[in-house]
């Protein structure tokens, strides 16, 4: 867990400071950046396996989720946004999305919202999606065709009232919707359409198709993204597949998507400076490991703040931080996770010196603190055993009482004087209330979700959530 919150805050800390590179309309050559720290190429049966599922779908369509793949992030920002807007339809809601900083394959999603969802809800799929577009586009593209030849062959993709299904050459299938103002999205098994149990890695639907025959849910209109060309010039009707030169067609020009892809990861980044001070924001994937992460701070006379946060849905481990600094010291909380696992840390520094804790899902908790007077500090384990030191002197309680394990030992009994670690202040309770960093008063341990917060800490919220 420690290395991967380092790791993570070391990729926020770097992309604020890459420049933000807009949608590429050139191929990446062998040896580029979008080729470097990549693997061997995926073979023809790892391609066909990852295109399976949207492979029967039409031409456009597939154009536009090619090019969207290699945005994950932009998919999964789009998909939570029209979520939040439902009430948008038609005309209103293109304005709308044309508003958004999206690339333009993501954009033109909008008008799938089923499409987009699935590509949200299959991360890791979607990523390695993009990622094969990005390095071997015309393997890609060779792999649809041949798996729209298999389901063809096996009876399972003709022309009817959703779809016309054209041979257009012995290598070149091509799907178009039957009527051109109505788009009907596919649904199928991948594993039984195509005449040969298809597999896909990282990919699940909610309801799978138990036949091999094509169903089609309700159809979309798409007749405003073929008319209001001076709203939005990314509709349905400016995608394609060019089946021969291997490569999506966007606005009659080869399309790539992505152009930030380094080895595999892109980041972005934007920045703005003013007189009263700068911020900045950024974002970076890697589909190697499938980790995202963002960050952002602010500086101006006051003081700076910083927020991130990076998930990787492949192994379940996020993490999020919010720091801050000012002229009275800088203080901060984070929260990071994996497995069911949870920990959740505060600081604070001061002149007056620093203090810090901890707290774990399992029931760990900790305190340290260190001052003009010296430093202390106390814990718990997740089976109830406490610890405690102070200047040195360490103490231990397995549930038998305090025993000192190293340091100076007591002194003996004399003038009335206690000489146990209780009496001397080791054998109270942590206390339900009060502020973690509320000073030699005795501060006690919030719930861990104010903990995460740092609401009394000034710890601020713990960055975005999941």
């Not at 073929?226 to 490569?247: D, E, P, Q, T, V």
């Not at 589909?287 to 379940?316: K, L």
């Not at 007077?373 to 309680?397: E, F, I, L, Q, R």
Request: charged letters at 10%; glycine letters at 14%; hydrophobic letters at 35%.
């Amino acid at each position: 867990m420690e290395q991967f919150w380092s790791v993570a805050l070391s990729l926020l800390l770097a992309v604020t400071a890459v420049p933000f590179e807009a949608g590429a309309q050139q191929p990446p050559q062998p040896g580029s950046a979008g080729y470097a720290g990549q693997g061997a190429p995926l073979s023809a049966e790892d391609l066909q396996q990852l295109a399976a599922p949207i492979a029967l779908y039409p031409d456009a369509l597939v154009a536009q989720i090619f090019g969207a793949a290699t945005f994950p992030d932009q998919v999964t920002s789009a998909s939570g946004w029209l979520e939040q807007n439902k009430n948008l339809t038609g005309a209103a809601l293109m304005q709308a999305v044309d508003m958004q900083p999206w690339d333009p394959s993501v954009k033109a999603l909008s008008q799938f919202p089923s499409v987009l969802d699935n590509l949200a809800k299959n991360l890791s799929w979607t990523s390695a999606l993009g990622e094969a577009y990005s390095t071997q586009a015309a393997d890609l593209m060779s792999a649809v065709q041949a798996l729209r030849a298999k389901a063809k062959a096996a009876g399972n993709l003709k022309s009817g009232t959703q779809i016309t299904v054209v041979q257009q050459t012995p290598q070149a299938i091509v799907i178009q919707p039957a009527n051109p103002q109505v788009v009907y999205v596919p649904q199928y098994n991948p594993a039984i359409v195509y005449g040969t149990p298809y597999v896909t890695p990282g990919y699940s639907t909610g309801a799978v198709v138990a036949t091999g025959l094509l169903s089609f849910g309700v159809g979309i209109a798409v007749g405003a993204a073929l008319s209001n060309n001076r709203c939005c010039g990314w509709g349905y009707s400016y995608w394609n597949c060019n089946w021969h030169g291997g490569a999506v067609v966007y606005r009659s020009t080869a399309y790539y998507g992505n152009s930030a892809w380094r080895g595999g990861a892109y980041r972005s980044s934007v920045t703005a400076v003013g007189p009263y001070g700068a911020a900045r924001a950024g974002t970076a994937y890697n589909p190697a490991t499938g980790t995202y992460a963002r960050g952002a701070s602010v500086s101006n006379g006051y003081g700076t703040q910083r927020v991130g946060q990076a998930y990787n849905p492949n192994t379940g481990a996020y993490a999020a931080t919010h720091q801050a600094s000012n002229a009275y010291g800088n203080y901060g909380s984070s929260v990071v996770s994996k497995n069911g696992r949870t920990a959740y840390t505060q600081h604070q520094t001061t002149a007056r010196g620093s203090v810090g804790t901890v707290q774990t899902s399992a029931g760990g908790k900790g305190v340290a603190a260190t001052g003009a007077y010296g430093s202390a500090a106390a814990g718990k384990t997740a089976n109830g055993d406490k610890y405690a030191a102070s200047n040195g002197n360490v103490y231990k309680n397995t549930g038998t009482g305090w025993q000192q394990t190293q340091g100076q030992k007591p002194t003996p009994y004399h003038s009335g004087a206690s000489t146990s670690p209780a009496s001397r202040g080791w054998g109270a309770q942590t206390r339900s209330s009060g502020s973690a960093f509320s000073g030699a008063s005795g501060g006690g341990w919030q719930s861990r979700e104010a903990s995460a917060r740092g609401a009394a800490s000034r710890g601020g919220g713990g960055g975005w959530r999941r």
